[in-house]
Nanobody, 126 residues
């Protein structure tokens, strides 16, 4: 079992950058990870996912602007967000899926994620 704690959110202007972090307790290297977000009145939306081996996959609207990464030595997942837009405003969540036998596995669907952080608010003003 793991615990996830997000940080790094805040209020920024359009065009700015933010770097979100997700600190993970437990055996982080055995988990595939993902970032999702949820805006008020909307369903949770996929942002990016990364496998244990470092393979990545992004939602189309985030390609070229967001970068997901992991540091297994520091038990940390990160999301670098550049060129932020007002429509990126949401609560951002990190999630973990236990994948000890599948180093290349990643998951853009939120349903299989068993572990979630509490979320961090990102607000982008125009």
């Amino acid at each position: 079992q793991v615990q996830l704690v997000e940080s790094g959110g805040g209020l920024v202007q359009a065009g700015a950058s933010l770097r979100l972090s997700c600190a993970v307790s437990g055996t982080f290297s055995l988990y595939a990870m993902g970032w999702f977000r949820q805006a008020p009145g909307k369903e949770r939306e996929f942002v990016a996912t990364i496998s244990r081996s470092g393979l990545t996959y992004y939602a189309d609207s985030m390609k070229g602007r967001f970068t997901i990464s992991r540091d297994d030595a520091k038990n940390t997942l990160a999301l670098q967000m550049n060129s932020l837009k007002p429509e990126d405003t949401a609560v951002y969540y990190c999630g973990a899926i236990f994948a000890p036998l599948s180093p290349d596995f990643y998951q853009p669907d939120s349903e299989p994620y068993r572990y979630w952080g509490q979320g961090t608010q990102v607000t982008v003003s125009s």
